[in-house]
């Protein structure tokens, strides 16, 4: 799922692209994408982007007249840009044409989740605010009464766009690894120094990841946007060793997630139980590192 520094990126590119630009045409290879009935999908031909915003995992487009169109990627959805004149691809979920290219959705996989909201009005738009802080912007007290507002796991809390927007699977593996914290701690137990080590891992994660995006862009439109990246820590990286300590990453699977920490850095050589495979082998199943490794 695109994140917030895949997101940031993605809007930066498309600023100079489309901005001040009339939405020369839009059209959609499936039904299924459109969420919505009024403004209709023709309505907005023709209409300038006036500006393009971050909203959580969402990315909104403002229209004339006060409409908006938003787009959720979801798991598998991505953007492309193709330059005038060269042919747009057929395996495409949705099209929008500007004098200066057009901009592409397509969608990996056979489940199609990604979606197209056209709304209008600022009242219309903020459904899709689900109330939580900016990760780069709260101050650490506020990061703290978040957290501490229920009681979840820390995995969950930082990925509740209810408290926290932007954050999903893959850069909350990171962040965790990086504080050092468990992905099963309840934010209960957490102290006062493990909230301001999260807090100061969520910046730095968040704030390294968009400049490296940014980076391997290279200022031409970011083509390799994807949840798992070999530079990454710990996401995607079940087997592989930790940078850090050497020990193999371990993995928790539940349902089309996978959360990746390391046993040594972030659960003191513990093995969170997962819950497909240690209901499986119940007395069987490894309790630490050690007994994995023996």
């Given amino acids: 799922m695109s994140e917030l520094p895949d997101i940031t990126v993605y809007i930066e590119a498309l600023e100079p692209l489309v901005v001040g630009q009339p939405l020369q045409g839009v059209a959609i290879t499936t039904p299924f994408l459109l ?75 056979s489940k199609k989740r990604a979606s197209l909201h056209i709304v209008r009005g600022p009242e219309s738009l903020a459904q899709f605010a689900r109330g939580g802080v900016e990760p780069l912007e709260v101050t650490r007290e506020e990061f703290a009464r978040r957290l501490r507002e229920e009681n979840h796991t820390v ?22 690894h990086r504080a050092r914290l468990s992905p099963a701690k309840l934010t209960s137990r957490l102290s006062d120094e493990e909230i301001a080590r999260l807090h100061a891992a969520t910046r ?15 200022g031409a439109f970011p083509e390799k946007v994807t949840a798992f990246r070999p530079e990454m820590a710990v996401h995607g990286k079940y087997g592989q060793p930790c940078p850090v300590c050497g020990t193999a990453i371990q993995r928790i699977r539940y349902a089309d997630n996978e959360t990746n920490y390391c046993p040594r850095c972030q659960t003191e050589g513990r093995l969170l139980a997962d819950r497909a495979l240690s209901k499986l082998l119940k007395k069987d199943w490894p309790k630490t590192i050690e007994q994995l490794e023996g």
């Fill in 155 to 176: 995995k969950r809390s930082l990925t509740d766009p209810r408290l926290f927007s932007g954050i999903g699977n893959a850069y909350s593996d990171e962040i965790l």
């Fill in 35 to 109: 969420r919505t009935v009024e403004p209709s999908l023709q309505s907005v031909a023709e209409m300038s982007v006036r500006g393009i915003r971050r909203i959580g995992k969402r990315i909104a487009f403002a229209l004339d007249d006060d409409v908006y169109m938003v787009i959720h990627l979801m798991i598998a959805g991505r953007l492309h840009w193709i330059e005038p004149g060269k042919r747009v691809p057929k395996n495409v979920l949705a099209t929008f044409e500007f004098p200066t290219g057009t901009l592409t959705l397509t969608e990996a996989g």
């Fill in 204 to 218: 730095d994660v968040l704030i390294e990841w968009t400049q490296l995006l940014r980076d391997q862009a290279k």
